[in-house]
């Protein structure tokens, strides 16, 4: 089975959007034939979609860090939930377990996921797909600035061969699809 690593939220944002539309990417997953792969947390948007996952019959694999298994609190109803010691685990496991990876809204920790992804990409260290779902218009300031990043010359990439923008998350899931290989 193929796998979708989802970096979100570990909180929901105060407008309903983030979570119907976690929601709507949770069961579009699904119903593409794709497991999730996330950082196991049951609160925010992680909690959402893993059991949105989990309620349409799912695969889910977690991976938390020990010193976050209680904050995050950690979701005991996964298909397979890892613990590691080190945030740097936990990311270059979900990555191992990933085919493509999508960022929804979140805060610091989801940028630093979603650009660690882009900056191996970048690199040619993995050739996985990777989606922004720019709910409600969130991540459009960091979108205009990633093309003015392309503008003054400090990003070489064409930005569309690096990151697939929608907000849409059957649409999403379908380009992400296409390009993985
Ligand atoms: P946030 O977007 O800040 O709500 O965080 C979303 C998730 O990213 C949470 O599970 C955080 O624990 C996780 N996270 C934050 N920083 C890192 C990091 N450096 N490596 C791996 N996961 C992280």
């Known amino acids: ?35 999730l792969v996330y950082g196991a947390g049951n609160i925010g948007l992680m909690g959402i979609i893993a059991d949105t996952v989990l309620a349409a019959g799912g695969e889910v694999i977690g991976v938390i860090p020990q010193a976050l ?6 979701h005991l ?22 085919d493509a990876f999508i960022a929804m809204p979140g805060g610091i920790g989801t940028f630093e996921e979603l650009f660690e992804v882009l900056t191996w990409f970048q690199l040619g260290f993995h050739h996985k797909p990777i989606g922004l779902l720019n709910v409600n218009g969130y991540y459009d ?6 093309k003015q990043t392309v503008e003054v ?3 070489q990439e064409n930005l569309d061969n690096l990151l697939i923008v929608s907000s849409d998350p059957a649409e999403l899931v379908a380009k992400l699809t296409a390009r993985m290989r």
């Open 1 to 35: 089975m193929k796998n979708i690593a989802v970096y979100c939220g570990s909180r929901s944002g105060n407008h309903p959007a983030y979570s119907e539309e976690a929601i709507k990417l949770g069961n579009e997953m699904v119903s593409a034939g794709y497991g």
């Open 77 to 98: 109803g996964l298909n397979q939930l890892f613990t590691v010691q080190t945030m740097h685990e936990r990311k270059a496991l979900m990555m191992k377990h990933s």
């Open 69 to 74: 298994y209680d904050r995050e609190v950690a």
């Open 141 to 146: 300031q960091l979108i205009g600035f990633l």
């Open 153 to 155: 010359g400090f990003v």
